[in-house]
Each structure stands twice: as C-alpha cells, then as structure tokens.
C-alpha cells in the first residue's frame, strides 16, 4: 500500500499545471448539463424552461473526440457540487451555480468515480482539467433561508447578515451583501470570518487533491475581500482564473495581484461592440488592450480572453453577418491570454441572455461541416504553429497596428492577424508598414491559403475578402505534412507542434514516456483506490 500511495503522489505531481503551464492551452468551456449525455440520446432541451436535461460527467467523457478534434487541450467544466434541489421562480440548478452542500456532489451529473474518471480521460489524452467553483455564497428556494441544509456551513453565524446589494458602487456592499433576490437569495458567507476562511481552504485544498484538478475557474471573485484570495490560492494549489465581471480596467486590475489571471471582461466589453455591427468602433477595442498591457500583473498573457460564455448574449444573437461574426470569434485565438471557447459558438448557436444561452450541444448533432468548426480548428493549429516556430510567442506582448475604426491588426510574430468589421458587403484594405518580417519573405493566409509577399521595407499591404478576417503565418511556419495549407508550405513549423505544445505537465508525448507503465497502471488503481475510500466528497 505504501508503494501504491508514493505511486498515486507521483501521478498527482505530474498533472499539477503550473500558471506558466496553462499559457500555452485553448480552454472550451461547457456546462455539464448541456453537453452530453450517458448513452448518447438527444433529449428535448428547452433552454428557457431552466430544468435539468441530462448531461453528465460519463457524457463529457464519450464526447471528448469532439473537443479534441477541435483543437482544444483543455476542458472547464461547471460546477461539481451538491446544489438545491425541486423548482424555483428561475428554474432548477442545472447550472450548477446554486449551491447546497459542498461536501457533496450533484448526483444529477453522475458520482464521484464519474468525475475521477473524466479526469483520468482528460490527462491520459494531454489535456488540462479546470472546474468552476463557488465560494462567495450558498443558495436557497426561500427566503429567509433554512441554513441546517448546507454543507459544511450550517450555523448562521457563517453568513453575512441579509441585505441584498443596492449600491455596485460601493465595495462593501458588494462584497458583504447578498445577490440574487427573495425568491433565490444567494446566502453571502463571512469570508471575513477565520473559521470560514480555514474551512474553504481545506474543502478546495481536498476538492482539488481527490478529482486530480489542473486549474480553477472561480466565480463572483469581485464580491469577495481581496485579501482572502492569495491564501485561498495558496491552498488550492492549481491555476486560478477569477470572473471579476467589470468594463473598468483598473477596477479588474487589482485583482491580477491577487490570482493567476482573471476573465478579460473589460476587453470583452469593447470587443462585442465593436464586431455587433459595422458601425462599430475598434479603436476602443485598441484602447482596452493598451490599459490591460499596463495594468495588469502581467499584462494581458494570463487573462482568459472569450467572446461568449454561460452568463452573456451570444454574439449571433445580434448579427448574423458570417463575416463579423468570425472576425470577432478569430480576436480570443489571436490575441494574448489564453483562448477560451464557450459550447456551441462553434456551431453558431445564437442564445440571448440567460437561459437561452445555455443551450444543450447535442441539438447541434456534433456536426463536423459548420464553417465555424473549421474556423476554430484552424485557429488552434495556427497558434499551436506559432508556438513551435516561436520559443517566445506566449510571453511576448501582442503590438496593434493600423488601428482604426474599421481595421486592426494584431502582431504577434510570428503571427500577424488582421481584423475588420466593415462586414461581409465591404472589402477592408491593412497597411502594416514594419510587420516584422523580412523583405520578400512569404506569408500565408491559413484561414484561406491565400499568399502574400512582404515588401522590401518589411511591410504588408493586403486587401481583404469580403470582409472576413486573415491570418497570416510565414510559409516557413508551416509544414508540407501539417494540416495547414501544406501544399505551399516552405518549412517543419506545424509537424512539430505535437511536441512542442504537449511539453508541460499534464500533456506530451515526451511526458507520457517518462511515466509509461506507471501511467497506466496508476489511472485505474487511483479510480479504485479512491472509491473505496470515504473522503469530504462522497
């Protein structure tokens, strides 16, 4: 047993991913109950009745080819815990952001050898696991609430008095007043309170250590004292993303001194307006990233840069014009941060605000043939490109040129994307005088193989195409047997993009050569061994 035990240390150590470590990965976010289900079947799912519709943890597991060939390396998922239960004036907890009892979890999405087995899944094929959490408050279908119910917070005494938050401007209230309403308050814990503070530390510390956990995804980080999160940190161990759901950057700021990295919110909130329609204006997209790059801890390298997600409108919800539409789908991939990927964008579900944005993915049937399914795999491969040919892409800062209200572009070598949203009517033209490059050298547009020629100045002046966006790699970047327009690829870039992006903790060829037997004898024996045991989550 002692030897099983160092064995399960060691497999543990190994996918520990480090905030370094999780730069390199493309992040798709789903919501365990909208997925995918056990056996496959397709059950009626009406998002805006808010009931629960049968996805689960087994589901995910059967569906990771899908994400995989997509081009992702990392899966969130969403909360894992016990939460009310019955109906409310706003639906079940299918969401999973309801919670009840943290020691628990939710049985609607399977037991706990489901979940250590979607973990085992994940690392066996190089990806990185990262869950939603909790902590600001519990919930309840009444009010006041009936506090004997939760797990482990049972007594009064470990929750802020009642009052509903009334003034978002000030931080107090914020932080020790209540969301939700009457009809579902979300109960506030007294995180100023040591004995709540030791408790969550303990839970996320277990939470983290029994399901194998790579990273945190953690909400309603601003409603939170700040200085709880470095020793909340500090126990869980794992990357930490915080949702601090604010346009000010210097408001989101402070917290990136706080957590790894945080939802890039500020940026999403000129991003979405600037691709809504042609009208418009990217140079307030610009002005954002230019405040982030200098603000932020680390500028914008660890954000979790998205165009869509659980709690905001999806953007076909406001257009339909194809051309704006990947424009602002390409921005995530292109620029800093790590890329995130919300189910369903790929199929261009059009969800407004909650609930219909929550929409279930098998209605989609996976479908391979979408055009936007091919726009998102090939922007996997052309950052993944990146990478190989460039030891220093992820940690060095995107530089925005020919930034005006119709037209960006985004350099960031050995990428250089150029964004438009005059829209699939109109034809953008980019002026970049000193891209990087050396005179006469040969860029190609992976989104259609289209090849440009750089000037003998080092610039480039391209004419768009109806509207859409490009990207360009150098044809040295790219390889003759990648996947990327290989018939005029120059160079062994994208052949080497397997090695170059699985060499961290959790991924790799390499890796799984250094663990071999013990890899796979570990996995099963862990599942068996932790089954067996009674621990703070069955």
């Known amino acids: 047993m002692l030897r ?138 009444s009010d006041p609430p009936d506090y004997n119910i939760y797990q482990p917070f049972s007594s009064q005494s470990s929750y802020h008095t009642e009052c509903f938050i009334q003034d978002w401007q000030n931080q107090t209230n914020v932080e020790q007043c209540w969301l939700g309403d009457t009809s579902v308050p979300l109960v506030d814990l007294n995180t100023e309170d040591d004995d709540v503070v030791n408790t969550l530390n303990a839970w996320v510390k277990d939470l983290v250590t029994t399901y194998s956990i790579d990273g945190l995804r953690v909400d309603t980080v601003r409603h939170i004292r700040q200085d709880f999160w470095p020793g909340f940190a500090d126990a869980a161990g794992v990357f930490i993303l915080g949702e601090v759901q604010h346009p000010n950057t210097s408001y989101v700021a402070d917290y990136t001194h706080k957590v790894d990295g945080v939802l890039d919110y500020p940026t999403w909130y000129s991003l979405v307006p600037a691709f809504t329609n042609t009208s418009g204006n990217i140079t307030d997209l610009a002005r954002k990233v230019w405040e982030a790059q200098a603000q932020y801890k680390t500028g914008e390298l660890l954000v979790g840069s998205f165009l869509e997600n659980h709690d905001n409108p999806r953007l076909p919800s406001f257009i339909q014009d194809n051309a704006l539409i990947k424009n602002a789908i390409t921005w995530p991939f292109m620029n800093d941060g790590i890329p995130i990927l919300y189910q369903g964008q790929e199929q261009t579900y059009a969800g407004g605000d909650d609930p219909e944005n929550r929409e279930a993915l098998w209605l989609s049937q996976y479908i391979q043939q979408r055009p936007l399914v091919t726009h998102v795999k090939i922007l996997n491969s052309a950052r993944r490109a990146a990478m190989a040919y460039n030891a220093n892409f992820l940690k060095t800062p995107a530089t925005l040129f020919a930034v005006s209200q119709k037209t960006l572009a985004i350099s960031k070598p050995p990428l250089l994307t150029l964004l438009t949203n005059v829209g699939s009517s109109s034809t953008p033209n980019w002026n970049v005088p000193d891209a990087g490059y050396k005179p006469g050298e040969t860029l190609v547009d992976v989104l259609t193989c289209n090849t440009i020629t750089v000037d003998k100045n080092g610039g480039v002046i391209v004419a768009g195409h109806a509207g859409n966006p490009q990207v360009l790699l150098p044809a040295s970047a790219l390889s003759p047997k990648g996947t990327m327009c290989s018939n005029i690829a120059t160079g062994t870039g994208e052949h080497q993009v397997s090695s170059a992006t699985h060499n961290t903790p959790g991924g790799g060829d390499d890796l799984r050569s250094q663990i071999g037997w013990a890899m796979s004898l570990a996995i099963p024996l862990t599942l068996l061994f932790l089954a067996s045991q009674t621990t703070l989550f069955l």
């Open 4 to 141: 099983f035990l160092v064995l399960l240390l060691f497999i543990t150590s190994v996918f520990a991913a480090t905030a370094d470590q999780w730069r390199s990965r493309t992040i798709y976010q789903l919501l365990t109950d909208r997925f995918a289900t056990t056996d496959g079947h397709d059950p009626h799912c009406n998002a805006t009745a808010r009931q629960y519709c049968g996805g689960t943890w087994k589901g995910i597991i059967n569906k990771l080819d899908y994400i995989q060939d997509l081009g992702f390396d990392a899966v969130w998922i969403s909360p894992v815990v016990a939460n009310i239960e019955g109906n409310t004036s706003y639906g079940e907890a299918y969401h999973g952001y309801w919670t009840r009892d943290m020691t628990a979890l939710n049985p609607h999405f399977g037991d706990a050898s489901d979940l250590q087995a979607l973990s085992a899944e994940l690392h066996r094929r190089n990806m990185l696991f990262m869950v939603d959490i909790v902590v600001n408050h519990m919930a309840s279908a």
